[in-house]
């Protein structure tokens, strides 16, 4: 590679790095949810730290979920060309 | 000024003659048209513009009020964004097609009846697909029949619903519908189509990402936008479009966590985002119709600038396939910095454009007491993160590095993703003038600290989510691949089906004695005299010829109606 490691994001390390400070970030943000006083339409969404679970775990299951529907419906890039 | 002449008319004529301009002048004519128009939509005055009696009808070719001034603004804007960004592009049939398509979008958003809508909505079709066939493969050249096919069914519905509507003792008047007969119905799956409902979505992901790197940026924000306003004038309050539009969310994000070509990852979010606006239309209520129109508004400007982001991209590096890409931030820093702009406004982060309109779809749903859609419409609100705010940005501009070193996209480009990006920083974070252009007086708080805390949560820890399982190796790579959509019924079953057909058929015929041998041997001459090399209907291809002869049909129909 021409221009070798001087881009910072290069570095595993530094990725790590922004990679825990995100986790210090979504910490920080459910902790704030004890001082904040939220009026929820629902009684559900009013729980501790909703949102973030719900983030989460939807994520998860959302990629999961796509993964499996790649077994089904992936075909070759050509497929309509042949 | 004359409030009777049709706005749309400046940019479809200006269209028309601008491959007549030499080079400079064009440019200056392409950029200066929206600018004309959107001064003259400001001019106008509210009410009903160039009534025409026309066979006991009255047509309305001019209706300004707040939802359709919202809408042609919208539309000029994008207009407008759309020449800086294609400035560079020597090839004047697309510059011209561009903007006829803009003029005719902008002519059936202003259309006060059923027939001036109807000509503008045809128009819309077979001006746009001239972008896709503009890149000039075999390949688009297909995809663009496929697409041209299903808009013009589009329109079809929409005039054939038009007609049952007639009979049924209603008017030619373009408002409020009640989905009470055929008619209505009819009109209802017309605009369907254009708002990719379930089933009939896939013209959009199968067409859209065949287009050329600037055209891609020009249908992204008309056509569906048309339908959403449509829908909105038409059939606001209509229970089932709340299903309908839930769905719309939903199935896209699966597809688009798997799709390796990142213009179509995006022509998937776009579906996803108008599932977000057809749910508010059918809640029907101020807060909905306000947020689905405000969120209409901010996605044709952070949808254009994702779109930008990649055209740029499909421009320097050649390709948009995930798998290909990766480090691009080296060789296009100011590309990816406005790709994450676009990123973080349709993710809705506080202080970007859909935190302000998105949020009030949801409080909307939330106040008619709809747990279960608001849950699902909150896990399709992680899905956009995943797919528009983090697959996109991440796989073009960071990732593996591919090894691609190119330049920075041209200074047009550049300066056309600065004003969106602009755009959409401005409407996060002062929402109050776009709630000022609102159909409907805005009673809605977007800032408070409930909201920004819970916003703001739920997108780091669904950020977490991607981060990890990329981390962890569970997230699927990118191949080299297409996924069975919809599409599949009609460009491979139907396909086979017509073949296996046609086989029987002959089969059959060569079983047959000899008097159905002449006959169908009579029939083949005449196939032939009207298809065959020298055919009159051999002349354009047989699909096309198809439409052309049902909407001949179609017309003749309506003028003897009449008659």
């Known amino acids: 590679m021409p221009d070798g490691n001087k881009y910072w994001l290069d570095r595993p390390e530094n990725v790590a790095r922004l990679y825990r400070g995100l986790w210090a970030l979504g910490a920080a943000l459910v902790l704030t949810d004890l001082v904040v006083h939220r009026h929820e339409d629902f009684g559900f969404a009013g729980w501790f730290g909703f949102h973030g679970v719900y983030g989460f775990v939807g994520i998860v299951v959302l990629v999961l979920a796509a993964k499996a529907l790649r077994r089904a419906v992936m075909r070759a890039e050509d497929y309509y060309e042949r | ?563």
């Open chain 2, 1 to 563: 000024m004359s409030a009777d002449f049709p706005v749309a008319l400046i940019l479809i004529a200006g269209g028309l003659l601008l491959p007549l301009l030499p080079g400079r002048l064009r440019a200056a004519a392409l950029l200066l048209l929206p600018v004309a128009a959107f001064a003259w939509l400001i001019a106008l005055p509210h009410g009903e513009h160039a009534r025409i009696e026309w066979l006991g009808q009255t047509l309305v070719l001019v209706r300004v009020d707040r939802l359709s001034l919202l809408f042609g603004y919208a539309f000029l804007i994008a207009a407008f964004l759309n020449a800086i960004f294609s400035l560079h592009v020597k090839d004047a049939a697309q510059h011209s097609a561009g903007l006829v398509y803009a003029g005719s979008a902008l002519g059936a958003v202003f259309a006060g009846d059923l027939l001036t809508l109807f000509i503008y909505w045809e128009l819309t079709a077979v001006s746009s697909v001239l972008l896709i066939w503009a890149t000039r493969t075999e390949r688009a050249y297909r995809a663009g029949m496929r697409y041209v096919i299903v808009q013009l069914a589009s329109g079809m519905l929409l005039i054939a619903g038009t007609l049952l509507h007639l009979m049924q003792g209603g008017s030619l008047h373009f408002g409020q519908f009640r989905l009470d007969g055929a008619g209505s119905w009819l009109i209802f799956a017309g605009f369907g189509i254009k708002c990719s409902f379930p089933l009939l979505h896939n013209w959009l992901q199968d067409a859209y990402p065949e287009a050329t790197a600037t055209g891609m940026v020009v249908l992204s924000a008309f056509t569906t936008k048309l339908g959403i306003y449509a829908l909105a004038r038409g059939f606001a309050g209509a229970e089932i479009l709340v299903w309908i539009g839930t769905v719309m969310t939903l199935f896209p994000i699966f597809y688009a966590v798997i799709e390796n070509d990142l213009r179509r990852v995006l022509a998937y979010s776009v579906t996803n985002q108008l599932g977000f606006m057809v749910v508010g239309i059918g809640i029907g209520t101020e807060l909905a119709v306000n947020g689905a129109v405000a969120h209409a508004f901010a996605d044709i400007l952070f949808k254009a600038l994702l779109l930008m982001s990649m055209g740029a991209v499909l421009l320097r590096a050649g390709t948009v396939k995930g798998s290909e890409l990766g480090g691009l931030y080296k060789s296009m820093p100011w590309t990816a910095g406005f790709c994450i702009v676009g990123a973080a406004s349709i993710s809705a982060f506080p202080l970007f454009s859909a935190f302000v309109t998105k949020s009030m779809i949801m409080a909307a749903v939330a106040v008619e007491g709809h747990a279960f859609i608001w849950l699902l419409l909150l896990f399709a609100s992680a899905g956009v993160l995943e797919h528009a705010g983090i697959k996109i940005p991440y796989f073009a501009f960071f990732a593996h590095d591919s090894g691609i070193r190119c330049q920075e996209a041209p200074p047009n480009m550049l300066a056309a993703m600065a004003l969106a990006s602009l755009l959409c920083v401005g409407i996060g974070v002062f929402p109050a003038a776009l709630y000022a252009v609102l159909p409907y007086p805005v009673d809605y708080v977007p800032y408070t600290a409930a909201h920004v805390l819970t916003q703001t949560q739920l997108l780091v820890f669904a950020v977490l989510g991607v981060f990890y399982l990329m981390r962890s190796g569970i997230y699927p790579p990118e191949l080299n691949s297409v996924n069975l959509d919809f599409d599949w019924i009609y460009r491979r079953l139907g396909r086979d089906l017509a073949w296996t057909s046609a086989a029987t058929v002959s089969r059959w015929l060569a079983g047959t004695g000899r008097a159905a041998e002449s006959a169908a041997g009579g029939v083949i001459t005449a196939l032939r005299r009207h298809h065959g090399p020298d055919g009159a209907l051999a002349r354009t291809p047989p699909t096309g010829s198809m439409a052309l002869w049902v909407m001949v049909l179609l017309l003749a129909y309506l003028l003897f109606y009449y008659l």
